[in-house]
């Protein structure tokens, strides 16, 4: 009797989080579809969001996410390639980077948004811009970036990297002729992964990026992004509700290909590289 | 080896921007007021943060009520699927994990809250704060669970079949018990996320400053304060603000040491 009892708080509580999911997933899909249209997508919003549609809005984001990414890249990949190439040479100073990046994903995302408008906006002088907001995100993605990248590199075998030397390579080259392509599909993976965070951070980007709903001039312009939009409609535009869920599934769906697109891309890019 | 120490330069650089605004409250204010001041009134030079703080740990105490159980429930249930299946189970748990933050605070707001309602009103509420928090955070407590209840050896589980256990028994006596530093590795993750979210309880608690009588209730928490004065906020307010920033990164690094013991201590 004590087993059955304990079989269904089991079977009911264990199966609530997958019955939630599909509950938000349909609420939020059958109150946005009727509101999607091609005019949605392609207009800029008009009357604090109630009317006109969301495309400035989609290109912000799409920019502020796309810097982050390529600057996250970049020292994602050469941290992470210091971090797995080079921890027996410099045994205590990885370890300190090990630490402040586990301190660094650890920081609410709040409090990102805190720094990034004390350093970037005003320090910088970047002012409320798409920059700072990059720059803000970048900051917020690479503890997880790096995390996923160093892995995928020390999943390479040894044997790679002697036959490499044993071919007279210098250490460069093996690190990026041999190593890099071999993790490639790890590194990728984990770029996706940071950058749908990135996509659907909202609270470090209230004070950095900023609200401004206009299409975007230059990186230096303040850019509304998708999930401060769903924000602010839900809270501060009466009668927005409607929208924001609309714009709920636009940034589903663009999470939802992001996946998609890169996962097979990356497949395609590793066949070609073993052939 | 340059590149790298960004990582090293970032954490500083954050560490030295939080603390200086905060310390030049303490200077400014002094940080005595934090806890005597009668009521958080910025503009008129009134900062005391209790009742927010309050409003966190509540919050967060009661995510992590419904979150526990549930993430440990559906973390047993995860035991119950094999090869593909449990790969499926995991992928909707990364699923919801991964939906935006915002998104589940806009359900929060137009589901959760008026069922609150219909108990007692006003609806947006410590409770409906704390069954959406629980939604962020049980899938961190189920993954992590079930990763350390399949890093139970194998010998151990065919030990308890061997001598006739029944297979709630194998998994309640043996697998559970095994992994208690797995579920409080994932639990201790929870919390720290619970207690930096800001978009669920800033869209679905209420931001009422107050210690609440109920759980029906609004409160405020550190984070949703940051989210709401930030805009606004000059001078004494804005490194009032940046010391409650503070309070929130002592908080979260206390919790990312512990985990890291704990973690390392698994290995």
Redesign the interface.
Known sequence: MK?LL??I??????????L??A??LI??SY?GLSEISWSFLTEVPTNAGRSGGISSVIVSTLWVVSIATMIST??GL??AI??SELSAK?EK?CL??RW????????????????G???FSQVCGFGFSILSGALTLT?MM??FF?RVAEEGLRQVPNVYRKTGYALGMRPLSVTFKIVVPQASKAIVIGLVLSL?RA?????AL??TSGYVERWPESVFDSGRVL??H??DL??NVPGG?ER??AS?LV??GL?IAINLIIYSIADFWQRKRVV | ?V??L???A?????YV??FS?ALSFGSNVGFLHLVTDESWNPTNGKYNIIPIVVGTLLTTTLAMFIAG???L??????LEFRTYRRAI?RR??E??G??????????G???IVPLVLKIRAPGASLLAGGIVLS?MV??TI?LVSLSSFESVPEIDIKTGHALGF?R??VV?RIIVPQSRKGIATGIILGI?RA?????VV??VCGNVIQVPGTIFDPVRTL?AN??LE??YALDDHRSA??AT?AV??IF??I??IIS?RFSSEIQ
């Open positions: 087993v304990s079989k708080a089991v079977l009911g509580l264990g199966g609530l989080p997958i939630v999911l509950w938000i609420d939020i109150s970049f020292i050469a941290t210091i971090l410099w100073f300190i980077v402040s990046l586990d301190i660094l994903a650890g920081v609410p995302s709040i409090v990102f948004g805190l720094f408008n004390a350093f900051v690479l503890p790096i749908a996509m659907s951070e909202t609270a209230l004070f999930s401060i769903i924000y839900a809270m509700i924001a869920n709920a940034l589903i999470l | 080896m590149i790298s960004t990582a090293i970032v954490v500083a650089l954050i921007f939080i605004e159980p549930v993430g429930a559906s973390a047993i249930l995860g189970y909707c748990l699923v919801l991964g939906i935006p933050s915002v998104v589940i605070g806009l359900w707001l137009t589901t939604l049980i899938p189920a029944s709630w028994s309640w720290g207690i930096g979210e800001t978009m800033l869209m984070t940051i989210a930030m805009a603000l940046f920033a929130l990164l979260v690094t919790f990312v890291d």
